[in-house]
């Protein structure tokens, strides 16, 4: 089992095939304010709607300048601190936002934002707090509801989740981000079925978005049918690559960059051919591109994994170690076990078992648990509890490749 979730990449070259997230490539449109500005109202107007029409760079512009001409005022370093975290420039954006705070303790704008910062940061406690301050300052703010919703969805508080989206669909006109962030918890609590559903929705609505392409794939792989979501996720990379000859832009979901979908397309379609069995094709995909990209951990694990499972023990080891040095980056039950995995593949087998109990505390009705379980006491020549740990995993919904991995471990016991 793989993953294709995840954030970080770490360029093993001077020059990447990407552009840094917080120094994008320009917009095409140039136009910086005028230095005859002397309000600083029109400055916030200006950065505002570079933010609006996504023109990141120029709306750094505007919010650098506005902030040079009155660093106290909460409404410029708001601004620049949206514009930073949109950029992904998350300490910057944290920054900006901790002051405006300080200078306007009762701006709901500074809460909202510091919000979505830490949000993006998993503080999704803190994140919590800012939402639930936004709305003891506007009881209606509906993006504070839905941060609220996406905070609540992630901690494991489910229905009260739900029940403010199903609030927001009532009241809000701009569905879209309401059907992502439902689609999104439906995700995390392994409704693969429902969150897939929804983003279909969506891309009947929208279907030139490639996000929702990759969204489609990403569930449909979760859910074990990857072969579908090689199909689908085959099909947006070739959309994408078409689209780089024409500049025509990947997708219109406010906060997805190019850069952050590109990553989530290569590491679901390497995860697919992995889970699939296709380990040669995985293999192929992720080196070509570490070459053009550098190491991503997600695709390094998915790498070394492959390599494993092609009976490439020693390269797996040494890929294995790289990926441990890294730092797992999230607390989830799929991070638990391909930490386990990790841990079993570089023979720490007190470490393995260690992670894959905490995620069979998290979710004992998941197959892939068991079958890392049973490989490792296999490895620990513990066969009796191997045995009976492989065979619960394939008395489960698990695919075909792995059912055939298990059955040819309990031969072999």
Known sequence: MTSCTGQTIHSNKKSAHLSDPTNPPPSGIS?????SITNISEYIKIGREAVRTMEYKKALDVFNKAVDYDPNNAGALVGRAETFWLLENFNQALEDAEKAVKINPDMADAYLIRGNIRFSLREYNKALQDYDRVLSLDGKNNAALLGRAKSL?????????MEIIEKLKKTVEDQ????????????????????????????KKNPEDLYYSVQIGSCMGFD???????????????KWNQRNKTNIKKSSVPGINSQKLYLQLNR?????????????????????????????????HTYAYSLYRSDNRTESAKYMKEW?????????MEKYVIIGEAYYITNQNEKAEQYLKKAEQMDPENPYVYMNLGVLYSQMKLYQ?????????????????????????????
């Open 153 to 161: 969805g992630i901690l494991g508080k489910t229905r009260e989740s």
């Open 324 to 332: 441990l040095k890294m730092g797992p980056k999230t607390e989830s």
């Open 176 to 203: 879209q981000p309401v059907i992502i962030a439902e689609a999104d918890i439906r995700q995390r609590n392994h409704d693969y079925k429902g969150a897939a559903k929804l983003y279909k929705e969506a891309f």
């Open 224 to 238: 074990n049918k990857n072969s579908q979501a090689i199909q689908i996720l085959e099909q947006a990379r070739n």
């Open 31 to 35: 136009v910086s304010p005028s230095s």
């Open 385 to 413: 509890k191997a045995k009976t740990n492989l065979e619960k995993a394939l008395s489960m919904k698990i695919s075909k490749t792995d059912a055939d991995y298990i059955k040819k471990h309990i031969k072999l016991l």
């Open 268 to 300: 679901c379609l390497i995860t697919a051919y992995s889970d699939e069995g296709m380990y040669s094709k995985a293999i192929t995909e992720a080196e070509r591109f570490f070459r053009e990209n550098g190491e991503d951990d997600n695709i390094l």
